[in-house]
DNA sequence: AGCATCATGCAGGATATCCTGCGAGTCAAC
DNA sequence: GTTGACTCGCAGGATATCCTGCATGATGCT
């Protein structure tokens, strides 16, 4: 039963003093929900009291419950995807397919929720401002870089690719310098080498750009930018790369967008090239 | 101070419990909201006391106090996804990154009225059948069949890449058989080997499916079984491989799901499930 | 192996939060 | 004016929540 429908059944017995808690509580309830009974009793300028009993006339046996209500009302209302997930896959059961495409939609929506484009324009600015990137990428996280890689190709920005492991990495990073940048892709949790790149890094003077999922704010030390958001299914262990694999796209889209003329002209002489061999 | 860069600049002093917590605090953030100390740490597996110690490292004088600051963050939020998808019709305020969230998700939506599940069951079947998998792909498509190479190793499966050109392919080719399966990714246009390899596998008896896009239909001889869906962005220069690559996803998950000795239909159960082969 | 350092869990106390018995005050009916 | 019904606030107890000292065990270094 909701909580406004309560509200109506037990508005005979309601007094002056429990309105103006209901008032609060449905007018501000966006921090309501996080209120103690005192708290909210002070906003409505009644006494602490009357919170308990409202919420036992309203048939909750106290007041945390009326919050909890409250609180999965509000959560219910706020999160309309979750709503449709829900119904979805209530239908297409066995689907794996809906119910995977369901999922990636709405860690896309999270994304969008979690990164700034401001965020984004930072990093692309200083990929775009790198006179080599290097990109260091392990496991899974390698089919990002390789998409990565072939596009900053086309722009035709010098990439070197940090793949292997310990000695192949150190022998690659020699010639890093400080108008390079070192571009990770890390998830789930911090790879074997990072705190080694990362600490040559900072030594030499390169740049830093960290681009991870939930792992990303605790890898240590800390890279001088990070574009991180959950990849899915919040608590599970099923992820797949789309959420990543879509934060370096929009990267590559800024900076196609912000610096035109000079990817349009790289493009252009890239298919002449093309011509040229085909 | 945002709770994220109080956990970045302390990422250093951070133990694996730390971790654990700030996982369900960042990835379950719409609910951590809520919980208490002791509801918290027993999502994250961890000790009640584990909460209170993190809040302290982090620099509150306690948990209450982290969890105050994560509901001021995510009302604050709440606010901007609201504020962003009002402004979405409206792109040319520079913000590439809602603009491409919002294309992947129609483009997603596309994709499950494009393809059944019937269709992912027929190829994780083939798949799952074969003694060996030759996948080829070239260019961007290199990027998905990374991807799906790893996954399949880590079913157990038998992989052969067919990415180089030519020469390089047809030594690959000379042991295909009848009980192999050749895998082709392919978007926008035929690749050139793609007749070649595809001709071969029909004279050696070969099955073969094709994973494409809208050029997949017009491929020339048709595989065996097709599955495309097109990928967003018609007429842009700019196609991601989000589509293909949730594709693979599906048919991967199908394959986990119909071959485990129970029958798990939630993606949540599946997830598990997955994570277990990989 | 021995030691130091640190992470973790436990137990108990401290605090915040909540509930309830009691009484003062208000109002209306008689 | 008295009574009764009711609302509201207070105070104290009950409970939930949180914090901290201590012990144990793990880890790493010498």
Chains 1, 2 share one sequence.
Do not use: C, W
């Not at 909701?2 to 003093?17: E, F, G, N, P, W």
């Not at 999922?103 to 990093?123: H, K, Y």
């Not at 086309?154 to 492991?165: C, E, K, N, S, W």
Request: charged share 20%; hydrophobic share 45%.
């Amino acid at each position: 039963m909701t909580l406004l429908s309560r509200i109506q059944h037990t508005s005979q017995k309601l007094t002056a003093a429990d309105r103006k808690v209901i008032e609060v509580l449905l007018g501000q309830q966006a921090e309501a929900v996080f209120l103690s009974a005192a708290q909210l009793a002070e906003r409505a300028q009644v006494h602490e009291t009357t919170a308990t009993r409202l919420a036992q006339k309203l048939g909750f046996s106290g007041y945390p419950e009326l919050r909890a209500q409250l609180q999965r009302e509000v959560m219910e209302g706020q999160d309309a995807a979750a709503r449709m997930r829900r119904s979805v896959s209530k239908v297409a059961d066995g689907s794996y397919l809906a119910d995977l495409v369901q999922s990636e939609i709405s860690a896309l929506e999270q994304l969008a929720r979690s990164i700034d484009q401001r965020d984004v324009d930072t990093a692309s600015d200083m990929i775009f401002a790198a006179r080599r990137v290097f990109i260091f990428a392990q496991g899974h996280a390698t089919a990002v870089s390789a998409f990565l890689q072939r596009r900053l190709d086309r722009f035709a920005m010098t990439t070197v690719m940090l793949t292997g492991r310990g000695r192949d990495i150190a022998e690659r990073l020699t010639s890093l310098g400080q108008d390079d940048l070192v571009l990770v892709l890390a998830f789930r949790k911090q790879p074997t080498d990072y705190a080694a790149i990362m600490g040559h890094a900072a030594q030499v003077g390169a740049r830093t750009l960290l681009i991870s999922d939930l792992a990303g704010p605790t890898m240590t030390p800390p890279a001088e930018h990070l574009l991180a958001a959950p990849r899915g299914r919040s608590g599970t262990e099923f992820q797949t790369p789309i959420v990543p694999m879509t934060i370096v796209n929009a990267i590559l889209l800024t900076i196609a967008g912000r610096h035109e003329p000079q990817i349009v002209t790289k493009l252009e002489e890239l298919a002449d090239l093309f011509d040229r061999f085909a």
